[in-house]
Nanobody, 116 residues
């Protein structure tokens, strides 16, 4: 059983920054990949960024150069630093862990709203 608790969302103007945090409990310490997803209104949940246990990162094209994912393995915590935010970044953001596949359970997420 893995549980995720996301925090750090909020309302920000376009061009602003936010840092999201996610603490995972359970078996997450054995996950090779940790990732951030987002679901915008009326859209499916998409992978935004992922980080491996050795620090290799991958980003969706839409956030490359603006978002940075990092991980504190000792604390099972993953962060998402978001800069130069755009209105199209508005979504509920979720974290998850990959044990071969992304875990099927989700936390409540954290709402990010970017005003124009």
């Amino acid at each position: 059983q893995v549980q995720f608790v996301e925090s750090g969302g909020g309302l920000v103007q376009a061009g602003g920054s936010l840092t999201l945090s996610c603490t995972a409990s359970g078996s997450s310490f054995s996950a090779n990949l940790m990732g951030w997803f987002r679901r915008a209104p009326g859209r499916q949940r998409d992978l935004v960024a992922s980080i491996s246990r050795n620090g290799d990162t991958n980003y969706a094209d839409s956030v490359k150069g603006r978002f940075t994912i990092s991980r504190d393995g000792a604390k099972n915590t993953v962060f998402l630093q978001m800069n130069s935010l755009k209105p199209e970044d508005t979504a509920v953001y979720y974290c998850n862990a990959n044990f071969g596949n992304w875990y099927g359970g989700w936390g409540q997420g954290t709402q990010v709203t970017v005003s124009s």
